[in-house]
């Protein structure tokens, strides 16, 4: 156990950085739930998963060679901190100052930290500052926020004190998230702990990054001081399928979730019942309204939502989505398990454990996706606009420097799409060559060339 330091709230802001919004928008994350990753011993023990399953620090450190064989240079962990009972997943805090002893002791999450640092690999950890665990109205178990006094009352709140309305603003800072007791920010002890904390935190394990969970839930006031606090990147989950909301939320932090894409790339690759055109307006919409496009977080999967072969079997469809994810401007993330197929429902059927898989390396996906992260750092994408070339209901394209990505909807079933790009950066003579498949090249001639996608590929070109 970590004890809390007296830290003055005009001192937080000397909590020294681990790594800059600029410094992460290179990195590709790789999301892991901590208790499904990996055993401390190998085993491969069946669990319900509704409860905890025996993932461990040490495990995911004798298994970074996986994640890194796969291209990623950082890892978004569990959140860290002592659950009360059945919090596998990290998010129901008991006792801020100490770890959760299912997921192994500090030297083990030292350790953990370390050998990534080694390999250059960074770590992400999950925070939560809106809520604590599952204990109802008797708060005495909660460390440090054992009485009621920290906690929002539910005057006004809906039946359970539960918001029902988040599109209230008042109702989702004040009322609880699935019964969970909702801390009061504005409460000078709240806010004081809250921002000493994060900050030991970092500066205890040397943590290079931080994802928030339950953004909205807290009054925007409370944010900046606590990005402060962080000293590095930090990522905020805003669930919200409205640009306009969301938006609002990167004046407070570093970056945000990218909610509101990850709906427009779930329609339009999942359900194929949208055009692709809805990818360029989202993403006009997005040029029009955050601040720093390369700072938001890119997903096509995670915890909180049903894997996307849950509901769509066609692989070519989801390898479409996972090029947008790891090319388009933003951080990409990836969730384990996508490597391997998993196609779990909803939660917590979507928290599968790896280890069953043995962590295989020779999957298709698995290479698919080694190839496409390792050809993002090779090329260095981050470093340039998106510049979107053509949209149709079925086909959408777009440059990063002098790459071209070309994406359809039409799944494997489509016999083949057939394009003339005329808008892009490249000079008459120019060879540009597909990376999936090197021998298919293209010619830039008269200003134009042909993009052939046959049974609903995803190309990516590079001049050679």
């Given at each position: 156990m970590w004890w809390p330091g007296v830290v003055a709230l005009a001192l937080v802001s000397l909590a020294v950085a681990s790594h800059t919004p600029d410094e992460w928008k290179s990195r590709s994350i790789y999301q892991l739930l901590t208790d499904r990753f990996a055993t401390a011993d190998g085993s491969t023990p069946g669990c319900s998963l509704s409860g905890y399953c025996g993932g461990k620090w040490s495990g995911i450190t004798k298994h970074l060679d996986y994640i890194k064989g796969m291209g990623f240079d950082a890892i978004w962990i569990s959140p860290v901190v002592k659950n009360t009972e059945?919090?596998?997943?990290?998010y129901w805090m008991q006792d801020m100052y100490a770890v959760?002893?299912?997921?192994?002791?500090?030297?083990?999450?030292?350790?953990?930290?370390?050998?990534?640092?080694?390999?250059?690999?960074?770590?992400?950890?999950?925070?939560?500052?809106n809520h604590v665990g599952q204990v109802g109205y008797d708060y005495s178990s909660i460390n440090p926020f054992n009485s009621s006094v920290y906690y929002h009352d539910c005057n006004g709140?809906?039946?359970?004190?539960?918001?029902?309305?988040?599109?209230?603003?008042p109702q989702t800072e004040h009322c609880r998230t699935a019964g969970l007791p909702d801390l009061n920010q504005s409460d000078t002890f709240v806010s004081s702990q809250l921002n000493s904390w994060i900050s030991e935190l970092m500066t205890t394990y040397d943590f290079d990054g931080v994802r928030i969970?339950?953004?909205?839930?807290?009054?925007?006031?409370?944010?900046?001081?606590?990005?402060n606090a962080i000293g590095a990147y930090a990522v905020g989950e805003v669930y919200d399928s409205r640009v306009?909301?969301?938006?609002?939320?990167?004046?407070?932090?570093?970056?945000?979730?990218?909610?509101?894409?990850?709906?427009?790339?779930?329609?339009?690759?999942?359900?194929t019942g949208s055009s692709m055109y809805d990818i360029q307006s989202q993403f006009e919409a997005y040029q029009s309204s955050f601040k720093d496009l390369d700072l938001l977080g890119n997903f096509i999967d995670n915890h909180d939502q049903n894997r996307f072969l849950n509901g769509q079997s066609d692989t070519w469809l989801y390898k479409n989505a996972i090029v947008y994810t790891l090319m388009a401007q933003g951080i990409p993330i990836i969730y384990y398990g996508t490597?391997?197929?998993?196609?779990?429902?909803?939660?917590?059927a979507n928290r599968e454990p790896l280890w069953p898989t043995c962590f295989n390396n020779q999957t298709d996906l698995y290479s698919y996706i080694r190839n496409v992260v390792n050809f993002r750092k090779q090329v260095k994408a981050w470093a340039y606009p998106q510049e979107q070339s053509y949209a149709d209901d079925n086909f959408y394209a777009f440059t990063r420097g002098y790459t071209f990505v070309a994406l359809t909807n039409g799944g494997s079933h489509q016999d083949y799409l057939n394009h003339t790009?005329?808008?892009?950066?490249?000079?008459?003579?120019?060879?540009?060559?597909?990376i999936f498949w090197p021998q298919d090249c293209v010619v830039v001639t008269n200003g134009e060339f042909d993009v052939t996608l046959l049974r609903g590929e995803?190309?990516?070109?590079?001049?050679?």
């Open positions: 059945g919090g596998y997943h990290g959760n002893p299912y997921f192994g002791d500090e030297k083990e999450l030292k350790d953990l930290i370390k050998a990534c640092h080694d390999q250059d690999v960074w770590v992400m950890v999950d925070v939560v500052a709140c809906p039946s359970n004190c539960e918001i029902k309305d988040y599109t209230d603003e969970d339950t953004v909205p839930e807290v009054s925007k006031d409370f944010w900046p001081l606590f990005q306009s909301f969301v938006s609002g939320y990167q004046g407070c932090l570093d970056g945000v979730l990218s909610y509101p894409m990850f709906f427009t790339l779930r329609n339009v690759f999942q359900y490597e391997q197929g998993f196609n779990g429902g909803q939660d917590p790009i005329t808008h892009h950066p490249y000079r008459d003579g120019t060879k540009l060559c597909n995803a190309k990516i070109f590079t001049p050679k």
